[in-house]
């Protein structure tokens, strides 16, 4: 019979063999419902102070004026611009000035079109500069006629609005009566009111909840052999209660119990 020391021996030693294995779990495995945590922990995090901002002056250029002539239709325009400005900024300064459409100009400046990207500066365009302008062939532009404005909705006076009525007659004009009986006088009110949202009954409190959830699932696991028929059942609970929870509430039911989603998707 080994003694006592050898067999303290052979336990140590297979102890020590044991603690080598690495630990596994089946995929079914689910930890307790005691050491599931409620929240996810978070850590504070030291954020460093946004830098400062440089009130630096923006270079909105120097303030010129340029002449742009037309010959066909002969049309002069004086504009006051920016050196910063785009062409695509001077051709609608134009249209402003019962101009062609911005997108029917083409603007050049010795003979040289100017693209609608660059700055006038870029160009070299500067105080007193003309620059051609000519207008594409598909469109008729008179520079004589004035652009029509644009018709103003009329200004809202408050006030007194009489509430429109509406009269309905039972009498038919091919009827042999003839109008004896009286007109049935109806009167409209257009005035809407707004409906007040439902105020917030403690049974939807409840059942809002994430706690209330996370209870409902440990209970579940304690009471279903199988915990995968705990599951079905918790997710039956959770589609039978969507109607009377928010989209939001759901999100965070499903943060703070573990559960996938609605339904299992």
Request: aromatic fraction near 6%; proline fraction near 11%.
């Amino acid at each position: 019979m080994a003694s006592q020391p050898d067999e303290t021996a052979f336990i140590k030693s297979h102890l020590g063999s044991l603690a080598s294995v690495p630990l596994t779990y089946l995929d079914e495995y689910q930890p307790e419902a005691d050491h599931i945590p409620k929240k996810i922990p978070v850590f504070g995090v030291e954020l460093l102070p946004p830098p400062e901002r440089k009130n630096e002056d923006v270079d909105m250029g120097d303030n010129i004026t340029i002449t742009i002539k037309s010959s066909k239709p002969a049309a002069s325009f004086e504009l006051s611009v920016h050196t910063t400005d785009t062409i695509a900024i001077l051709k609608t300064k134009l249209e402003e000035q019962n101009g062609p459409p911005a997108d029917k100009q083409r603007l050049l400046l010795k003979g040289k079109a100017l693209l609608d990207t660059k700055l006038l500066k870029e160009y070299g365009i500067g105080n007193g500069d003309t620059v051609n302008l000519m207008v594409k062939p598909d469109y008729k532009w008179d520079p004589s006629e004035e652009k029509p404005k644009e018709p103003t909705a009329p200004a809202h006076t408050p006030g007194h609005q009489r509430i429109p009525s509406l009269v309905l007659s039972t009498t038919s004009p091919t009827s042999p009566t003839g109008g004896n009986r009286p007109p049935i006088p109806l009167t409209l009110d257009t005035n809407l009111t707004q409906a007040v949202p439902p105020q917030p009954t403690s049974a939807h409190a409840t059942i809002s909840s994430p706690d209330f959830w996370h209870r409902l699932r440990a209970f579940l696991w304690g009471e279903f052999a199988k915990r995968e028929d705990a599951d079905a059942t918790f997710e039956a609970f959770f589609v039978a209660s969507k109607g009377s929870i928010s989209p939001h509430e759901i999100a965070k039911i499903r943060d703070t119990v573990g559960v996938l989603g609605m339904g299992g998707v």
